[in-house]
């Protein structure tokens, strides 16, 4: 029954901060960040169960006629995902209170993050197929309404438009291809159809069914040809692009290759599709990176990049590449959130996200400057930094891969070139922003921002560092315990180590 508690006290939540607009913006911000507070209390309660391989299960019946039941699951998988979404959401709700002027709503704009908190939790929680397709279809619905929160701009109601459209024609295919799964199955349920693995993928309509699925997943994560809505959705207040384009909404489509993982990976279909569209996202984000000067603009498409890196080790479908996958999810929350509020103080305390204009910005704001460079660099890949250990990793899996014959090297040799990217986009971030020169006509004379503002930055640039330096010790736990829920028993072993000594891996970085 604890479980219920998790998403519905983020409901709660979104009810309570709506009817916050009369008080003062400490009491707003402290009343919203109350309720994910209680239930990341109940899932770290609910957490060494996990962690020791358990799967707690919630199931009350609604529609028996229909086999449609209110049914949650908390695995490793949904645990991690859970803290990623309530521990990051409390960052940026915290944010939100000094990024906001005094002329926006604070509390509508709490009221539409926390019913987006919710159904990102039912998502990653539902343990029946329609279920999950409601709390999808209702991130959609969310994200619109956070997108377009600054309505009286046109760019914002675009952008919450296409992304409305896309990720809605999306959820329209998934929808399709979980009716199907039931159908071939008997059941709704998830346990049931990731047990059914060789019952799916022998049914005559099984690539039909794949192909909506990934449908679903490409549109929510951008993966490429889809992967258009993301910079338009930069139209939102940076808050809400640190929260929805980082670490959860585009992060749903990953999470969905992950959850059906076991039923419908470990074929020729699923390899061409996930594998080859992760590859292309990949190095078509990382190369319009780097010609980006709004650096909203570069962080989007950097993105894109890494969410195709992700989906790219899971079509790789093997075990260690599926590990990887998943720590890497990890790794790009915490660098990439800490990069989107880092841009959300240029932009607030300069007024102006344009790196033509944004030089020499060291002088004036050096302490969030530091906090910026270590994010970027973890996003580059330096090593005792976390995106150090998780493209390691990436590189090894791409390395030992034979999935094209006697062409297979084109793999590792195209993630080398993205990875290059990657390099060159951070560099260029950190070099036109902080060096390069005086600032051109800005604004607003720059300065550091309040003293608060920065702290939710300097918490997920703490853990960038900690993963970096001491991986086993802070993720090895989640990062088993996530992995046996997508693979099972064939979780292989793994070593988090800061170094294994010169060898491939290395040098591809």
């Not at 329609?130 to 914002?156: C, D, G, N, R, V």
């Not at 992060?251 to 074929?267: E, M, Q, S, V, Y």
């Not at 604004?443 to 309040?450: D, M, Q």
């Amino acid at each position: 029954m604890t479980l219920l508690w998790i998403p519905l006290l983020s409901l709660i939540g979104s009810v309570i901060s709506s009817c916050t607009g009369k008080l003062t913006r400490n009491q707003s911000t402290s009343l919203t960040m109350l309720a994910p507070l209680c239930a990341l209390a109940i899932a770290i309660y609910h957490a060494p169960a996990i962690l020791a391989g358990e799967t707690i299960r919630f199931t009350a019946q609604w529609i028996p006629a229909l086999g449609i039941d209110i049914a949650l699951r908390l695995d490793g998988l949904s645990l991690l995902f859970i803290f990623m979404i309530l521990g990051i959401g409390l960052l940026v709700i915290f944010y939100t209170r000094y990024y906001l002027s005094a002329k926006d709503s604070m509390s509508k704009l709490y009221s539409y993050l926390m019913l987006f908190m919710t159904a990102m939790l039912g998502i990653v929680m539902s343990n029946n197929v329609i279920q999950l397709w409601f709390f999808w279809e209702l991130t959609s619905i969310s994200s619109f309404l956070l997108i377009s929160y600054w309505w009286h701009k046109t760019e914002a109601r675009k952008g919450a438009r296409m992304a409305l459209a896309v990720t809605g024609a999306g959820g329209l295919a998934l929808l399709g291809g979980l009716l199907l799964l039931g159908d071939i199955v008997g059941s709704y349920n998830l346990d049931v159809i990731l047990a059914s693995r060789a019952l799916i993928q022998s049914h005559e309509l099984f690539e039909v069914a794949l192909v909506l699925v990934l449908l679903g997943a490409f549109t929510k994560s951008a993966q490429f040809p889809f992967h258009f809505w993301l910079p338009h959705a930069m139209a939102a207040p940076t808050p809400v692009s640190a929260y929805l384009h980082s670490a959860t909404m585009v992060k749903a489509g990953i999470f969905l290759l992950a959850r059906f993982h076991p039923a419908l990976a470990g074929n020729d279909t699923w390899f061409i599709l996930v594998a080859m569209t992760g590859l292309t996202t990949l190095l078509v984000g990382a190369y319009i990176a780097l010609f980006k000067h709004d650096l909203k603009g570069l962080l989007a498409y950097s993105t894109i990049s890494h969410l195709g890196l992700i989906t790219l080790l899971l079509g790789l479908d093997t075990e260690l590449a599926t590990v990887a996958a998943i720590f890497h999810i990890i790794n790009h929350a915490t660098f990439k959130a800490s990069l989107f509020m880092a841009t959300g103080i240029i932009d607030h305390e300069t007024g102006t996200r344009d790196m033509r204009k944004l030089n020499g910005m060291w002088r004036f704001m050096p302490y969030t400057a530091t906090l910026a460079m270590v994010a970027a660099a973890a996003m580059a890949g330096v090593p005792l930094l976390n995106g150090f250990l998780s493209k390691e990793m990436f590189f090894a899996e791409t390395l030992h891969q034979q999935v094209l014959g006697s062409m297979s090297w084109l793999i590792p040799v195209l993630a080398t070139l993205a990875a290059a990217f990657s390099v060159a986009y951070s560099a260029r971030f950190i070099h036109d922003v902080f060096f390069n020169g005086d600032p051109i006509d800005l604004p607003k004379t720059p300065h550091e921002p309040p003293r608060y503002m920065r702290v939710p930055i300097e918490i997920l640039v703490v853990l960038c560092l900690l993963v970096g330096m001491f991986p086993n010790f802070v993720v090895d736990g989640i990062l088993s315990a996530a992995s046996l829920a997508v693979l099972g028993d064939a979780t292989p072993e793994f070593k988090l180590s800061i170094w294994h000594g010169f060898n491939l891996s290395l040098i591809h970085i």
